[in-house]
Nanobody, 122 residues
Framework: QVQLVESGGGLVQAGGSLRLSCAASGRTISSYAMGWFRQAPGKEREFVAAISRSGGSTDYADSVKGRFTISRDNAKNTVYLQMNSLKSDDTAVYYC???????????????WGQGTQVTVSS
């Protein structure tokens, strides 16, 4: 079992930046690929980014490529999502999740955090 807690969300103006963190407990995250998803009101939860167990491989949704960066610090048992050039369309609840392998499909992920709200004002 692994417990995930996101933090770092908030209100930011369009064009601004935020850094989300996902702190894990219970097991070391080095055993898992990690992902970030987001869900806007009335929409399905969608893939944002994923990173392999070692951090050597990353994957991004087209909508965030070039603006968002996923990283991990296995020694701190923490995963990050650096979000730059934020747009109003990025407004959503952001979730981190753990999986056995890097994946874009939410059902591949076994463990989820409770989410953190990101609101981008235009």
């Amino acid at each position: 079992q692994v417990q995930l807690v996101e933090s770092g969300g908030g209100l930011v103006q369009a064009g601004g930046s935020l850094r989300l963190s996902c702190a894990a407990s219970g097991r070391t995250i080095s055993s898992y690929a990690m992902g970030w998803f987001r869900q806007a009101p009335g929409k399905e939860r969608e893939f944002v980014a994923a990173i392999s167990r070692s951090g050597g491989s990353t994957d991004y949704a087209d909508s965030v490529k070039g603006r968002f960066t996923i990283s991990r610090d296995n020694a701190k048992n923490t995963v990050y999502l650096q979000m730059n050039s934020l747009k109003s369309d990025d407004t959503a609840v952001y979730y981190c999740a753990a999986a056995g392998w890097t994946a874009r499909i939410r059902y591949e992920y076994d463990y989820w955090g409770q989410g953190t709200q990101v609101t981008v004002s235009s």
